[in-house]
């Protein structure tokens, strides 16, 4: 990943990092307010040998610097704890905490050896600390006087008494909090790369492209509204919305070019269920019909079909009604007076959906409605559950495959061009539906011809709010 792709990811989730630094605080926070204030008292020895020749002394001095990092061992052991307790009155208990209270540490290139006791009471915390060096200045004592002997040649001097501070050791606010935050942006950071490497569905047209290998024909932004006012025709001409649909039209226009003489027949249809296939396919149609084109809209869905109803019109008569040559194709069709579009309806729905789709009928109608109009639009049902579309696709000039942001995953993608690749069908173009609108989108957004998808409407943008996810489209 070069750096571009983590400052996107940043771009992307930047909620999910700002949540896990706070998250991270608030427990640091938390821990720091409510644990219990610790105060420290220190005290210091001096290890000195008896030598007064120069050449001995030094020697001695070596010999009391290797001694102070024993008795640095020496402090926490349980003798001492003992000893250090039984003379102020402890009881067992808090004997034997007493070696996690104490730490010793031998100043570097000295003699000195620095002893430190926390505690939960500033008083007690001295108490033990001067009892502690006390205690360890007679056992050094005992320790290296030879037997027979009444002085040791090397002895412990206090040369610092327990200090006293009413300032709590720990916690330490500034240092937890500081220390939290640092951590959680890490945290955050990483818990972001790896949700973003672990994720696979689709977000980008790149990626879109990679899976589909087609090129991505537009971006549909996400629109709140839409399960309300499914059709553009239900929205102001400059809707953001409607425009991505007019650049979906424009782009459309581009696949085979070099084709001439009858209409083009292409078929909407996505992975899974819930991509907005049949919204896409309808607006499409809609728009392609009020450019001028004559359009006719195909519901080829014999499963769960939903054209007509989004439409505003009857499906109980159309295409399955007309391919078992019970009505002609002219008293199947139905128009919509506003933008003059075709509409073929699914009528009844057949228990044999597929054979029905791959008849010598349906070829003979397809033919019929490639003559008769500019733009053929077949809304079929997902690719991965049924056949359907896969056999539709055989028949027609393409496939437009609708991609859900944020959902249709990279293999479903992939799996989905195989199965068309599979009875020899082609891939003219991509979808990428329901974009959300927010930054770190970088290269998505409309604005009058720009770009594929759709800058925020007038309202969004005085106020700077952002459309958020919603119930998805049919």
Known sequence: MELRDYWRIIQRRWMFILGTLVVVIGAAAAYTFTATPKYASSARLFVSTSQSDTAQAYQGNLFASERVNSYADLVGSRELATVVGQRLGMSETAIAELPDQISATAVPET??????ITDVDARDAQTIAQ??????????????????????????????????????????????????????????????????????????????SESGEAPVLGTI???????????????????????????????MQFVDVDKEGEGRVYVVTSSVPTEGKTTTSV????????????TVLVEADLRRPRSAQALGMDNQIGLTTTLVGRVSLDDALQSDDATGLSLLASGAIPPNPAELLQSHAMAELLAELRSRFDLVIIDAPPLLPVTDAALISAQSDGAVLIVRH???????????????????????GL????????????????????????????????SGKRGKHGKPEA
């Open 131 to 208: 009892a502690y060096v006390e205690e360890l200045q007679d056992l050094v004592r005992e320790l290296e006087t030879p037997p027979g002997k009444t002085e040791a040649p090397i002895k412990a001097t206090v040369v610092d008494d327990a200090s006293y501070s009413e300032t709590p050791v720990s916690p330490q606010p500034v240092r937890n909090l500081g220390l939290a935050g640092v951590l959680g942006l890490l945290l955050g950071l990483g818990l972001a790369v790896l949700r973003e490497l672990l994720d696979t569905t689709i977000k980008t047209p790149e990626q879109a």
């Open 221 to 251: 932004g996400y629109d709140s509204q839409a399960p309300k006012r499914p059709l553009v025709t239900s929205l102001d001409s400059h809707a953001p919305r409607a425009e991505a649909f007019r650049v979906l039209r424009t782009n």
């Open 431 to 462: 979808v990428l539906n329901m974009v959300p609108n927010r930054r770190g989108l970088g290269g998505y957004g409309y604005g009058y011809g720009y770009g594929y998808g759709y800058a925020p409407d007038a309202d969004q943008a005085k």
């Open 283 to 294: 607006n499409l149609a809609l728009t392609s019909a009020q450019a001028g084109l004559k």
């Open 111 to 116: 003699v000195i050896l620095e002893l430190t």
């Open 406 to 428: 944020g959902k249709t995953t990279k293999d479903q993608l992939s799996h989905a061009v195989e199965r068309l690749d599979q009875v020899g069908a082609k891939v003219v």
